[in-house]
């Protein structure tokens, strides 16, 4: 498991995508609904590339195959809990 960090702009934690079929549409599904009751701005982060954690469609033009290495990084830090789902949620496999 990788490290929370807390930096001036919000707080993130990096992880890798370990089921066989990467960030796929079920998955995607299962981060857009958590991140959508944060109080602020949830980012999905891969080489560079940005997309709101909130947005299906956003998240999927991402193609995080099994071994991507993404960031996922909150604008607020009340919404550390939500943060904290998201990476239990990506560690798990998504469930599948």
């Known amino acids: ?21 990467g960030l796929h549409a079920r998955s995607a599904t299962k981060i857009a609904k958590r991140a959508q009751n944060s109080k602020s701005k949830i980012w999905i982060i891969k080489d560079g590339a940005k997309a709101d954690a ?3 469609v956003d998240i999927l033009t991402l193609a995080c195959e099994q071994g991507s290495e ?16 998201l990476v239990k949620l990506v560690e798990s496999g998504f469930g599948e």
């Open 54 to 56: 909130s947005s299906i």
């Open 70 to 85: 993404i960031t996922i990084k909150i604008d607020d830090q009340l919404d550390h809990e939500i943060l904290n789902d």
């Open 1 to 21: 498991m990788s490290i929370m960090v807390k930096s001036d702009r919000g707080l993130y934690q990096d992880v890798i995508i370990i089921n066989a079929l």
